[in-house]
């Protein structure tokens, strides 16, 4: 069955950056699309960043400029590269496999999410 799993998740401080990773098995990496979505308690999930198999890219407009969302289809792996963080950003990050090769919809497959707070 298909699986991801992030990491890389943790604390730092306002203007710091924080790599998330997450390795997904189970089916066929490239030809999926790829999103990272995020939850802070008390609201709802939200996207924050998406990724076709073609690698075009789509980011939610409080994360342009700052994030950047990247795939290794050679290693099964998806990558939310976070800079500049702020204590906003703080929130439980999860990774998803959209059904097809865009991002649309509700993801099929979700990760057990890695926890992101930022410090102030």
């Known amino acids: 069955q298909v699986q991801l799993v992030e990491s890389g998740g943790g604390l730092v401080q306002a203007g710091g950056s924080l790599r998330l990773s997450c390795a997904a098995s189970?089916?066929?990496?490239?030809?999926?699309?790829m999103g990272w979505y995020r939850q802070a308690p008390g609201q709802q999930r939200e996207l924050v960043a998406a990724?076709?198999?073609?690698?075009?890219?789509n980011y939610a407009d409080s994360v342009k400029g700052r994030f950047t969302v990247s795939r290794d289809n050679a290693k099964n792996t998806l990558y939310l590269q976070m800079n500049a963080l702020k204590p906003e950003d703080t929130a439980v990050y999860y990774c998803a496999r959209y059904s097809g090769i865009w991002w649309g919809g509700r993801p099929a497959y979700w990760g057990q999410g890695t926890q992101v707070t930022v410090s102030s």
């Open positions: 189970g089916s066929i990496f490239s030809i999926y699309a």
């Open positions: 990724i076709s198999s073609g690698e075009r890219t």
